[in-house]
């Protein structure tokens, strides 16, 4: 198979540092190589190429612009051009790891306690965690303030119930950042649920999606899922900053 040859129309290449040129190869020649000759079957059968996943790991591209915990600590640029090369093998494949990097690697690292930073961080970058951002909601997609999903308070814990749907990968998550009303207060919070094996936390696959074939996505629903307080991500009712 031909090796990819872009076309830089606007010289961008002029405006990048020789790391970042390294960067984007490197993320090149893992496409060419590793997603390309896969992925075509994963479109037409709505999978994902989670051989692929510790690869990618291994390569730093999960929470690649993030510092210490594990994460390659590249800049943002580099960032954008290892995702843009992602992408080019496959959308499922890019948004596999920005929501890995951005979605749930990011608010942890920035608003997390010390504890959640190293214990949920470094196996999210060497894709041994695989974590799922739990927003959306049936009758609350975009409209995130109209959120449904309550946890009550029962000693040191919370227990949730509510139910979540387009999750990306919330079929197999091993840890998730569920946004949520806790009771009694009125703004959206963030809480990370790190045992999803619990019988209350029930997902299923979306099937036969038009776009986006071979990123898995699910629905969760979850029937008293039981988390310890210290859990909640930052503060009470800052969770639509969070998610922002």
């Not at 198979?1 to 076309?7: A, I, R």
């Not at 730093?60 to 051009?81: E, F, I, M, P, T």
Request: net charge negative.
């Amino acid at each position: 198979m031909p090796k990819f040859q872009g076309t830089d129309f606007y010289q961008i290449d002029d405006l990048l540092s020789d790391e970042e040129r390294l960067i984007r190869q490197t993320v090149c020649e893992f496409v060419d190589e590793e997603v390309v000759p896969v992925i075509r079957d994963n479109y037409r059968d709505g999978t994902f190429p989670t051989q692929l996943i510790a690869k990618i790991g291994k390569l730093g591209l999960l929470g690649s612009n993030l510092q210490g915990y594990g994460c390659a600590g590249l800049n943002n640029v580099a960032y954008g051009l290892i995702n843009q090369e992602l992408e080019r093998g496959d959308s499922g494949l890019r948004s596999f790891a920005s929501v890995q990097g951005s979605l749930v690697m990011y608010p942890i690292h920035q608003f997390g306690s010390e504890e959640q930073k190293n214990k949920y961080i470094p196996g999210c970058a060497d894709g041994s965690l695989i974590p799922s951002f739990v927003l959306t909601e049936p009758d609350a997609g975009s409209d995130a303030a109209n959120c449904t999903t309550l946890p009550v308070e029962d000693g040191d814990d919370y227990v949730l119930n509510g139910e979540k749907i387009f999750i990306m990968h919330g079929d197999v998550s091993d840890l998730a950042i569920v946004f949520c009303k806790i009771e009694g207060k009125p703004k959206l919070s963030a809480i990370i649920v790190d045992n999803t094996d619990q019988p209350g936390w029930q997902s299923r696959i979306l099937k036969n999606k038009m776009g986006m074939r071979a990123a898995t996505t699910g629905g969760v629903v979850l029937k008293d899922v039981r988390v310890p307080k210290k859990n909640l991500l930052g503060e009470i009712g800052r969770g639509f900053r969070y998610a922002l």
